[in-house]
């Protein structure tokens, strides 16, 4: 049972199993969806026989533990007994790793990842007894109805701006809900269900919040019922469910338009620059602010030499705050989480503790440990960052934060589309890197036609064409084994990529 954390569109089991073969997306008004009274109301899901397929997906893991606490009774499946399935048989769930379990009898409703394909066993046997199938996304969208629905989009920085606003709201005691397709261990994992009811602040006697990471992958956020929205930036990327970068900035637009109108609290905060909020926004009834490094944004960041991070509004500062967390771009993340977090009621003082002592997020820019090479230590880091841009922004920053003797980036690229449609870009992306060691690349749902077309030694020509030093290891385990024979003390590793890379940095030191 393929795991992942996006979703895919469905309106039953029959339709989805054909829009998934073809991936045409549809708008779907959860409002109106049958299953709308079991979310909307507070204890509408009490009793409910819900089986998760992908359940060990950060996303759909996620959802299992906010379908619990609304009183569900969930299990599931997975294809693997990975460290999520664990944690959710440790707590009690029933999930299987048996491609072969049979949904139970009394299931009446089937959650699928978007990972699943339509001839899925469970999905097959769903549609032959009429069990109502939804995507996760379609899920996310429901249990929003019960809600203030707060969502975070964008190409990049979604999890860690997910993950930092609800940092901030606890912190200012608003007791927020919130799903990420990340682990934040501050916040207990990658999901908590929050109050029912707003307790203070301008949402007072509201639905309690929901911040949601909101994926545009399939144009799964088009499923989502949002209240209030960041969105971060818009670039190139999923290329292969959209065919360009026009139709990505429409799937946005489509996406800005589902938000209310302002006199219901419609709310929507974009990047001045890089997101292409003219034409994301236009005919948008929401209230419309941005932010950024721009002047001309509402609300202007800056970041003085000695990483000071603010926040002007109207030419006054709104917020100060010392990031431990590397990066221009993790200052912008700040900016966004903390700017919502006003805006939905909490008090300044809190939201700055809050970005001070917020200590980032599993995957991204986590240091996992350090190996002793004679009189000096090796530091090792791991990041999820796969598309040109995360890989630029992450290595820049590394490197301005470690001061490293070399900087040496274990790269695994992730789909073949992806690289293939993005080459000339990763071809560039890796300047700050002293030394970049490529793995295959890990396929992921593209067709096996695509593994013909692009290779990791395509990646590795685009390098050297920039001056840049690589060489292509294959596997996770040569990776790792090559990175032994070539580091040295004061050295910088750092692996990235959305696959399983981070077993490269587990191996170098041993654990």
């Not at 997020?361 to 350090?370: K, T």
Request: charged share 20%; proline share 3%; hydrophobic share 40%.
């Amino acid at each position: 049972m393929p795991r992942s954390a996006d979703g895919e569109n469905m309106a039953h089991s029959t339709q989805w199993m054909d829009e998934i073969s073809t991936k045409v997306p549809t708008m779907v008004d959860v409002k109106n969806d049958s299953l709308s009274e079991w979310f909307a109301n507070e204890r509408g899901l009490q009793g409910r026989q819900i089986w998760l397929i992908g359940a060990g997906g950060t996303g759909v893991s996620g959802l299992a533990r906010l379908l619990q606490k609304r009183g569900a009774l969930v299990s599931g499946g997975d294809s693997e007994s990975s460290p999520a399935v664990k944690a959710l048989q440790a707590e009690g769930f029933a999930i299987s790793v048996d491609p072969a379990t049979q949904i139970p009898a009394e299931c009446e409703l089937v959650i699928a990842t978007a990972a699943a394909t339509k001839d899925h066993p469970q999905l097959v046997a769903a549609a032959k007894k009429n069990i109502p199938v939804r995507s996760y996304a379609q899920a996310l969208g429901l249990l929003q109805l019960a809600r203030t629905a707060v969502c975070v989009a964008g190409t990049h920085g979604k999890s860690t701006t997910t993950c930092m606003l609800t940092w901030c709201l606890l912190r200012a005691g608003l007791d927020a809900g919130f799903i990420a397709g990340a682990t934040c261990s501050a916040l207990g994992g990658s999901a908590r269900a929050g109050a029912a009811t707003v307790s203070k602040g301008a949402f007072v006697n509201a639905p309690g919040f929901l911040v949601s990471e909101s994926c545009e992958f399939d144009r799964s956020f088009h499923q989502l019922h949002p209240t209030t929205a960041i969105i971060n930036n818009v670039e190139s990327d999923h290329l292969d469910c959209y065919k360009s970068l026009d139709e990505i900035i429409e799937s946005f637009h489509v996406f800005a338009l589902r938000l209310p109108a302002a006199v219901d609290r419609g709310y929507l905060l974009i990047a001045h620059d890089g997101a292409h909020k003219e034409r994301v926004t236009r005919g948008a009834r929401a209230e419309i602010e941005t932010f950024g490094w721009h002047p001309g944004a509402n609300y202007v960041v800056e970041m003085a030499v000695n990483g000071l991070a603010r926040v002007h509004y109207n030419h006054k500062e709104i917020l100060r705050w010392q990031p431990r967390v590397f990066g221009a771009h993790n200052v912008l993340n700040g900016a966004g989480a903390g700017i919502m977090a006003l805006k939905l009621g909490a008090d300044r003082a809190s939201v700055q503790e809050a970005l001070t002592s917020f200590a980032g997020v599993d995957r991204r820019l986590e240091f996992v440990g350090q190996r002793e090479m004679g009189a000096q230590s090796v530091r090792v880091y791991d990041d999820y960052g796969h598309h040109p841009t995360e890989v630029r922004v992450t290595l820049e920053a590394l490197k301005n934060a470690t001061h490293p003797r070399r900087l040496i980036c274990v790269f695994q690229p992730h789909q073949h589309s992806r690289t293939r449609l993005l080459l000339e870009d990763f071809g560039a992306c890796f300047g700050a890197a002293d030394h970049v060691l490529l793995t295959d690349i890990h396929f992921v749902r593209d067709p096996q036609s695509e593994r013909a077309l692009v290779s990791s030694q395509d990646v590795a020509d685009r390098i050297r064409k920039h001056g840049g030093t690589v060489e292509c290891v294959g596997s996770i385990e040569a990776s790792a084994a090559r990175l032994s024979e070539i580091v040295q003390g004061g050295d910088v590793v750092v692996t990235m990529g959305a696959g399983p890379i981070y077993r490269a940095a587990n191996i170098f030191l041993g654990k």
